[in-house]
């Protein structure tokens, strides 16, 4: 078999893919492992948005990717595609949302379907790499702030404030020294002329 049928046969993801899988670490070994992802591609595909571990949340997207791109070729009347959304998918009402909501929403998407986003770092406490996970078109607002020069936003009210006091200071010292600067020039100028 040729290359050219081979690709036909397995679907191409829109994401990188390791060449192994990570070594997520689990009590229960291998089997563990997969039921901590499942439990997460189920978190993914019924919340839509998920904060978890990176490498996990990782690990996780492959799979989601795969499954909804395996749905969007196969459909649900697809034996191997249903089986396979049966086996990630832990609540059965979820199979579902996948092929009546998710496939129609993504069937002419040219990106990826899902997005990982690094979370901010605490303030203090131990720090553990944070994502958040989400399918794209999710009805939450967006976490990118797509304007990053807006006027309107607390933080540049803020600054503007900040500087506009900081320059009121300023300009008060300036009119300081130059009054200063100027009354001795006026003395010196009256004493020449009443002698």
Known sequence: MNQADVTKLVSKLRIKVPPKHRRLSCPEGPEGRLNKLRKTVTGLIKYERIELNYYRGDEARQYAERLISEAINHGDCHKPTMEMADFWLLEKELVHKLFKVLVPRFENSNSAYTRMLKAPKPAYGRYIDKAVLELRGNPYPS???????????????????????????????????IEKSEEPSSVKTTNIEHN
């Open 143 to 177: 976490l990118q702030n797509k304007q990053t020069n807006n006027r309107q936003l607390l933080q540049n009210i803020l600054l503007d404030a900040a500087k506009y006091d900081y320059r009121q200071v300023k300009y008060a010292e300036m009119a300081e020294k």
